[in-house]
């Protein structure tokens, strides 16, 4: 599957007379607002508003070409365009003499922490699922929060590898140091000491020093994601996104209206002629891009290739938003620098979280920036939260550039080198196949044939007979197009080595229990 | 200026022969996306989202209705009549012979702190200002980021009237009651104990409990308000607002392409039947207000119109927005109940900040709403912050439902009563006009004749000839059509007694000084 470079697979939907038409207009479909505004075009923006804005809930009938055309006073073949641009995008399906319908996502939003709604396993969770598979928790953060043994779906270091006695002690600290904290707002960009010791970190550890405006402290890399759909992203603008990708990102820029170009990434990074033909043809806004030990795949595009995206995105005003949330978790050598180091021309934007590993409970990252795209970056910020919280900053590079996180670190590497190495033991003379990743928390696996994830996920939440339960996330999860494939994720931070093997060894049973059926 | 209720005041924009055309346009204006789309709609949306997206900069000229004609193959009458709908808006303007052009806004973000952008007065302050008036910081971020010697322009609690040693020594308590706050992701709804903190809160103080799924923990008022526009708010809708109100609040509607439709708050309320008219006239979406000490008049809607308040919404399918951030800071009796509490058909939105008053480093506020409004804000919140950082919840927590904690806001209440009073007194015998509040953090002084807000907020920032500097909001950065009038914000929570009486008389010694020119 790793070939697949299209746009959205359109093999899951219904192959149907007209296709070879629908096909045509993607092949000249024009990057939008760039080009004429054609009214089939100005239509489609305006359906695209109006479904991300929830005018019609999934599965719901549109109204017909004939009731649109005569609504809009529209010609029935410019409304008919319309809705033909919107069903290769996947948004709307038809169905044969029925009209049509809001695609039912099978794609859930990451949260990244335990969600409200709880998931309630279909009732009967024993018997033989329905055909089209049994049911799934219709966002990530409802699977993270449901209660099992073995947790493989979050990606999260276990509260255990923490120091967390000495961090609490030494955040103690932080109210004699500044006694005023909680009575102050913090300023805009960020609190000075922060950017100043994140200065230091990134020209020590990313050999890049971001000039005094073009650095942003952020509630997390989320909130970062989120100021550049914000600042940059247009209702149409293509954006292209690594397939598979964060599922947050997919969601951010799904809910702005973007059309989502699927990239694929390789164990030897990307096909940079696809990738340049993507960038020629559709003349995306940027690239979300997660190139080293990418989230779920693991993967770490090569020094090489970094240089040679930076011209991509210069020749082609695309810009890369380079999300950079594991370099720190690496197995033997360090990564190569991140792309914005290789950017001279200043067309990258450089998002950083650190509380994948140091505080998650603060929700500290930062962004790096050139000065006029910040400038915009910060005009959100100032709009959507406003400065991120004084504490949180204050406790976080108290810590931060202490010789003690450095030192922890170290030995944080080294705990979760021997958690993937257990998962990869335990995984040995199954038929599962990944590619050993050098960083990050998490194992990219493809199932056997004849083993779908959807039904294992069910039978091991449900814990089968009485059995033991886990937990991982489905490819689907993070796939932009929403489909599901026989791939899964399996995180090895949160769990020790002995329940990483007690948990392989459940879902190997599952599948086994699945293969036999 | 009270009495004006109408959409955007017209009268600054140069009259032209065809006005008549453009207001019978305004005339029949359909509500947008629930009547027929008409192609004058439906381009008028789509630009809306190009300005929004910042295609133009401000002042720059659009494309010729002849060029967009010929791009988007529309009849030139078309593109006129939505370029129309877009200058009755006052988001561009025409000049005779010239074309149209992107509206130069004068209204800046308050972003309640201070500003990366450090605010340079223009070259020669003391210099006979240009006619168009001297320029102003283009930010209210930036405005609250000058330093000056009495800054009445941040409605912030002092400091110095926090109990900062005491409250920083019962957070270092938190690190002992709950070791690993530093390493835990918050749930998206938040803190379980804070949650029931603050419905008993509200139990207590404002006669409603929100049931489990009704409430949910945000970063500030601000991140509520955002959710509710990500939420509820299509490109195009009509939102109700009142003239004046929080600027970030306009901001936010603003970026959404919303129209905004102002409406005049009055000591005594609202025009209630004025609003109706508003109300079946442009079926807004929602009525974001706050009408309790009133941001920045410091009025008060009285008990027995919220009760109708309701009904409105009720039968008019619009939602009410409630802010209620300064509902703890009275004068004498405590205020009317919210309207959320009067309405029993849960067409209301409650959002709270408490980081006025409480803990402004944390950030801390909660929002309430209906269970399936609640769902759309939760998604909306996983999508853009996650989670609030847990460390803060916590903090907030344990000093939010102490015994100390009450007491604290009880002084408060009569330090900021004597603060007010003594700018009240400072103001005696100005000529300058407020209606005296009952609670809330800041006057709103109409100037006489004469004295011109921007020049004298020139004067003030730049110190005249050697003499001191103050700072103070101009009025028309609450003004959601822009407008500049006489009336300004003077806030009386950041300085004690003494300094207000001497940023006062040295207001008035520059506004005498530019009446004797």
Redesign the interface.
Known sequence: MEQQHSMYNRRDRAAKPGSAVRAGHTGDAQPP?QA????SN??A??LR??IA???WIEGEKLPSVRR?S?????HRLTVYKAYNLLKDEGLIESREKSGYFLTVSRRP?E??????FKFRPASGGGQEPAEAGPPLPA?L?ELH?VDCRYQFSQA??D?LL?P??Y???E??RV??LY???????????GDEDLLAALRRYLAETCSFVPEG?ELLVT??A??AI?LVC?ALV??GDAVLIEQPSYS?AI??FK?RSARLVPVGIHPEGYDLEELEALMRRYRPVLFYLNPTFHNPTGRCVPAEQRKQLADLAEKYGCILVEDDAFRDIYFGTPPPPPIYGYDTAGNTIYVRSF?KYI?????IGCMAARADIMR?L??AK??????T????QK?FVHHFQSERSRRHLHKLRIALQLRKEAMETALEGSGWNWHSPSGGLSLWVELPEGVDPARLLADALNGGQGGETASFVPGSFFDPSGRLDRHIRLSYSLLNERRIAEGVALLREYAQRQSDR
Do not use: C, M, W
């Open positions: 607002f004429p505004l054609a009214t100005a239509l923006a305006e508003i109006r804005r929830g005018d649109l005569e609504e809009t006073g529209l939003v949260s990244g922490f335990g969600s409200v966002l953060g929060s999260l270091i509260p923490l967390n006695s961090l609490a002690e955040a103690k109210f004699d006694p005023r904290v909680l009575g102050t707002y913090a300023p805009l960009q405006q509630n997390g989320q909130e989120h914000e247009r209702p947050v969601e951010i809910h509380s505080f998650p409970g603060l929700r915009r910060l005009t100032a709009r959507s939260s406003g400065g919280p004084l504490l949180n406790v």
